[in-house]
């Protein structure tokens, strides 16, 4: 079987190290913190000014006045802060944060990553990718592999717009874990249920399949 969003996150949650200071992207990435160990200690950022946050609140608990970046009301934790955004992106551009976790449209096999605009749509901004791409050491990738039409959104190339290159460290999608290496998209695990050919068929990129690919743990 293919994972669900909440899956996803719950699987790149276990990449998060004790210590850590994590920046979530919109999308799939905001319900990492929902999946976070108990025994560990880390510090989510947004960009827009927040640094502390918690798990989605209850519902009939929210706050509308504590947001994420896009625009989600959250919890915070103890001890959490609250800054402008000039503060806010000199702690990403000065590379204070350990771990960066993005929503995409594309990766392409080299890291490049296009998760900000199509062609011919509106947008609101690119808001703070092209900084946390720029600035960041670890960057994950929570996407779907393919799109509505079945398309496979890893390739060879981006056609979207860039936010950046050769950035992307791994990638969980619903079928799979992958990590970039000079070579292509390398398979580290493949989803309960879910073939090595499937996977296959549904990336554009090159992609590394070594003997016995285990099965992810949730």
Not at 33 to 51: H, K, T, W
Not at 163 to 192: Q, W
Request: glycine share 10%; net charge negative.
């Amino acid at each position: 079987m293919s994972l669900n969003k909440e899956q996803i996150a719950q699987r790149i949650a276990k990449e998060v190290k004790d210590g850590y200071y994590v920046n979530l992207g919109i999308g799939i990435p905001t319900l990492v913190a929902n999946y976070v160990r108990d025994d560990i200690s880390v510090e989510f950022q947004s960009e827009n000014g927040v640094l502390g946050m918690g798990p989605f609140p209850f519902e009939g608990e929210e706050d509308a006045d504590i947001i994420n970046a896009g625009k989600q009301t959250i919890t915070t934790l103890k001890g959490a802060s609250f800054f402008d955004s000039s503060l806010s992106f000199g702690m990403i551009r000065g590379q204070h944060v350990d771990l960066t976790i993005l929503g995409a449209m594309e990766v392409a096999e080299n890291g490049d990553i296009a998760n900000w605009k199509i062609p011919g749509k509106m947008v609101k901004g690119m808001g703070g990718a092209m900084d946390l791409v720029a600035s960041a050491e670890n960057i994950i990738v929570a996407m779907m592999h393919t799109n509505r039409a079945g398309e496979s959104k890893l390739l060879k190339e981006c056609s979207l717009p860039l936010t950046g290159v050769k950035c992307v460290k791994k990638i969980v999608t619903n079928l799979a874990v992958l990590e970039v290496t000079k070579d292509g998209f390398l398979l580290l695990e493949r989803a309960p249920g879910v073939s090595v050919d499937e996977i296959k068929n549904a990336t554009a990129g090159r992609l590394i399949v070594n003997e016995n690919t285990p099965e992810m743990v949730l």
